[in-house]
């Protein structure tokens, strides 16, 4: 009996020894299993420019700085007129009353100000000087008040060609929507009066009349001609009774329809 008590003794210290010596070689082998995968760096540590741009910028200012629905970012009249402070202010701080909101965690936005420094490198670095041929742009900021009654013979002049007479027609659409002009500040305006859009065949500040670039002063006032025209409630009245709502044809049933 001892004999078989000693053996069976010795059968489990060996067994147990076994079951020890597996389990190291397990929690070996897992940490080198979870060595081997790169360690993930918190979104706040990206600093790379393409990643930073396509993640916040892309959506509305275009994949490559051009084509979207904002200012075109890397357009080389927009680089000539706005410095550094100015980027990095709007993208910090973003514009009050527009779609441009802000990105600076300072602002209440997500990046840090290391990589709001990498977006304005990397926007900085699409610049193209020589693409405007030696000529001195008018500046980003106006340096005078715009008249609005002489903003309506500056469009005559150099805007009505494409959108129309009154600024709601013609073969480049409405200027004078009241939800596009809603959706921009002042600013906006003056921006896209200098740059143009190249792309879709609006020219900038010096090619909507052969020979005759825009001077400051009238940017500054077919701006604010344009900024006369926003309405104070943007958008297409609603009807607000059944009767008014039935004389617009609005189908019973349906919400906010006849009932």
Same mark, same amino acid.
């Given at each position: 009996?001892?004999?078989?008590?000693?053996?069976?003794?010795?059968?489990?210290?060996?067994?147990?020894?076994?079951?020890?010596?597996?389990?190291?070689?397990?929690?070996?082998?897992?940490?080198?299993?979870?060595?081997?995968?790169?360690?993930?760096?918190?979104?706040?540590?990206?600093?790379?420019?393409?990643?930073?741009?396509?993640?916040?910028?892309?959506?509305?200012?275009?994949?490559?700085?051009?084509?979207?629905?904002?200012?075109?970012?890397?357009?080389?009249?927009?680089?000539?007129?706005?410095?550094?402070?100015?980027?990095?202010?709007?993208?910090?701080?973003? @514009?009050? =009353?527009? %779609? #441009? *909101?802000?990105?600076?965690? &300072?602002?209440?936005?997500?990046?840090?100000?290391? !990589?709001?420094? /990498?977006?304005?490198?990397?926007?900085?670095?699409?610049?193209?000087?020589?693409?405007?041929?030696?000529?001195?742009?008018?500046?980003?900021?106006?340096?005078?008040?715009?008249?609005?009654?002489?903003?309506?013979?500056?469009?005559?002049?150099?805007?009505?060609?494409?959108?129309?007479?009154?600024?709601?027609?013609?073969?480049?659409?409405?200027?004078?929507?009241?939800?596009?002009?809603?959706?921009?500040?002042?600013?906006?305006?003056?921006?896209?009066?200098?740059?143009?859009?190249?792309?879709?065949?609006?020219?900038?500040?010096?090619?909507? @009349?052969? =020979?005759? %670039? #825009? *001077?400051?002063?009238?940017? &500054?006032?077919?701006?604010?001609?344009?900024?006369? !025209?926003?309405? /104070?409630?943007?958008?297409?009245?609603?009807?607000?009774?059944?009767?008014?709502?039935?004389?617009?044809?609005?189908?019973?049933?349906?919400?906010?329809?006849?009932?």
């Amino acid at each position: 009996m001892k004999m078989a008590r000693g053996a069976i003794l010795f059968t489990l210290a060996s067994s147990l020894a076994s079951v020890a010596l597996l389990g190291c070689v397990g929690c070996s082998n897992a940490s080198i299993r979870a060595g081997a995968d790169p360690p993930v760096s918190p979104p706040s540590q990206m600093l790379e420019f393409s990643v930073l741009y396509s993640k916040n910028c892309a959506g509305c200012h275009g994949p490559n700085g051009k084509g979207g629905a904002a200012v075109p970012l890397a357009d080389p009249v927009f680089l000539a007129i706005a410095d550094d402070a100015t980027i990095r202010r709007i993208a910090t701080n973003g @514009v009050h =009353g527009t %779609p #441009m *909101s802000a990105f600076a965690q &300072s602002a209440g936005g997500m990046l840090t100000d290391q !990589q709001m420094e /990498a977006l304005v490198r990397g926007i900085r670095s699409c610049a193209q000087p020589a693409a405007l041929g030696g000529t001195i742009p008018p500046s980003y900021a106006p340096q005078s008040a715009g008249n609005p009654q002489r903003g309506a013979d500056v469009y005559r002049t150099y805007c009505s060609s494409c959108h129309g007479a009154n600024g709601s027609e013609g073969k480049a659409g409405s200027i004078v929507n009241g939800s596009y002009l809603a959706l921009v500040s002042d600013q906006d305006l003056r921006t896209n009066v200098i740059l143009g859009r190249p792309e879709l065949g609006a020219p900038d500040w010096r090619g909507d @009349v052969p =020979g005759r %670039p #825009m *001077s400051e002063q009238e940017i &500054s006032d077919v701006v604010a001609w344009l900024a006369a !025209q926003r309405p /104070a409630i943007p958008g297409q009245p609603y009807p607000n009774s059944a009767t008014d709502r039935a004389a617009e044809g609005i189908p019973v049933g349906i919400p906010g329809g006849v009932q």
